[in-house]
């Protein structure tokens, strides 16, 4: 029999679903980035962080790079870069270093920044790509193209719990747009003009050996010998969703029912 106690039931039941729903269709991620590199190592401009659907392509081995890509291999700056992808509907920030040397949000060895990003279907935003440029060099930059991106969260939307993606200086590509002499490069005090090149991309020669003796404005000379860890990027979910205040709307919508039913 359908009674007003029935009644009261379903609904309640009805707004708990729709809660349920709602705090699982949405989710925030925090994005770490750390620069392993020792006190004469490399430095790192923004990290241009990407979670998107699985189609989105920077650039592609032996392509000639984009001038969104070029933009950053170059200057260091991932607005481009992550305007592409949010026009393709992808959710992006970049993480900018609380420091920098000379007032530069770059990532000086052995620092560490973070990004917070909300993504209201983590069904459509599964993946993750990064980019960021290696300073002082011409056109290095490090990044994952679109064949080895990260499945952040799987198909119906959980988090994967994806470990720590570390980064070697082997693994850095060069855009192919300017000889990596130093010469004219962002962050390198070697002074001149850069040489511009129609090359394509390609992993950067020698581990970045090239950039040994370079000296940067933060007083340091690069000092590399081996593969070396340039990066670690490590992901993790935000504790309380970003959809929670929905459920919890849910919830006490529920509550108020229980009330008017005492009353009654």
Do not use: C
């Amino acid at each position: 029999m359908f009674t007003k106690r029935t009644a009261r039931l379903s609904a309640a039941s009805t707004v708990l679903s729709i809660g349920m729903v709602a705090a699982a269709s949405a989710a925030s991620v925090q994005i770490s980035i750390t620069n392993n590199q020792a006190a004469d190592g490399v430095y790192l401009t923004p990290l241009a962080s990407i979670l998107h659907n699985g189609s989105f392509d920077s650039f592609d081995r032996g392509v000639a790079a984009s001038a969104s890509v070029e933009l950053l291999a170059e200057e260091g700056d991932p607005s481009l870069v992550l305007g592409d992808a949010a026009a393709a509907g992808a959710v992006t920030g970049a993480i900018l270093a609380p420091g920098g040397f000379g007032g530069a949000p770059v990532l000086d060895p052995g620092e560490t920044a973070s990004i917070q990003l909300d993504v209201a279907d983590p069904t459509s935003n599964r993946f993750f790509s990064f980019l960021s440029m290696v300073i002082p060099s011409n056109d290095v930059f490090i990044g994952n193209d679109n064949s080895m991106a990260y499945e952040v969260f799987n198909a119906i939307g959980e988090f994967t719990g994806i470990g720590p993606i570390l980064v070697y200086s082997d693994e850095a590509w060069d855009a192919g747009t300017e000889v990596n002499n130093g010469s004219g490069a962002p962050f390198n005090t070697a002074g001149g003009s850069p040489i511009e090149t129609d090359g394509v991309v390609v992993g950067a020669a020698d581990n970045l050996f090239f950039l040994n003796g370079q000296n940067t404005p933060a007083g340091t000379t690069i000092d590399l010998s081996g593969r070396t860890l340039l990066a670690t990027i490590e992901i993790s979910q935000v504790p309380v969703p970003a959809s929670l205040p929905l459920l919890l709307v849910g919830l006490g919508g529920i509550g108020l029912m229980r009330r008017r039913r005492a009353r009654g």
